[in-house]
């Protein structure tokens, strides 16, 4: 953005630039009149080296874009988001914070806005992580569901944060919409720091990314994190990695599908994802008509006779889950929760709430907390580029003929 300063077009002063030693950059020091008005550094930022790269690619940019995995809607208080991970999930292993290292990674900056703007990618674990990851919080239920059934108790989660699908997860891209992630001669480049060769990524006939648009090509393989100078308990977390994703593939399914569609074997992946995170969020339940069930349903009966007038339901109160697209799908059904739900003085009452309501209003709740409204598009800016029939992306034509009369164009 231009300004005028003393007569004279002028711009914001530059940011310092840190050095890269593993690079061999050295650092670009700007002048002193511009040091009050400097940007971060992007050597360290939130505790993660820029030198992990990014993510996907493991190309090492000042451009890219720290990503929170999970993050609470822009402007409201992270607190209700942060206890559901501690209090309910339970899947970090320590106290748990939006800003924590473990909730960090690097993206370059076109991955991160395809994967946060658009959600024409998600990233989530490879179907072997995925499967043993599951096996575990199955067993952790299982063992829960034991002991609600013998004591009526609903001891915390406790999960082995030690087997090798948490401390070393594998993870896959998954391109929801790969022909608008990477238009017609855009492709995807990946370093390997091993050998220290590139290869470059497209979309294949198949709909798959491959290393060329024929079917047989090598498709883009599954990859871990490069976190080895990250303490252990702030390596990234696989499971707000693939909570970020089954927000996005459960707006996925919603849609009007696509007349080609993603691949089987991406969709199971996508089924598995979703699959795990319905066990994170399930809770035990007492059998109907057992003994424990009768004690439970008594003890409940006597927290909720009298509550406090701050802890009392507001019918006026409501949460809606997340974003304009969930709107339109399974969002019809609002959650009654108490008036003071996102106050400090109701952490109490919003985590007992959490407790008593079923799983797909315990999910909803969580996906409402941590998603925005999407951003829609101009379907005239792909109508040419785009020769796959995805129309669910675009706005309706009203909205846009609308958004049209407030335009004007000066050339």
Known sequence: MSLTRDGRVSVKPFASVPSLPVANLPSIQRAQASV???SSPRGVEGGVDLVEGCLVTKIIKYTHQLTHWVNAVRNEDPEPVEDLFEEVLRVTPAVFTLDQPCNLAFLESFVHTALDLYAFIAITASLSTLNDLIEM?????DHRQLVMDDKGIDIRRSLNFDIPSFTNPEYELVALHPE???????????YDPGTAIYKHYVVATD???RESPHPSSPRLPAFHHVSEDRDPM????VFLVIINAEIKFRRYFAMVQPTTPLPVDVINLMHRTINLVDLLYWQPAPKKGSRVAMVVAKRLAGRRKNPPCASRPDPAKTIESGSSEENMMEDDQEMQIPSDFHTGSSR???LRWLADVDLETRIAYGRALMSGHDREYDPALFEDAIPINDPHLYSEKTTIEAWQQGVSFKG
């Open 348 to 350: 109490r009452s919003r």
């Open 180 to 190: 608008h992630f990477l238009p017609l001669g855009n492709m995807l480049t990946v």
């Open 36 to 38: 009050s008005n400097l």
């Open 207 to 209: 709909r798959y990314i």
């Open 234 to 237: 702030d390596r990234l977390n």
């Open 137 to 141: 919080v199955q067993s952790d239920n």
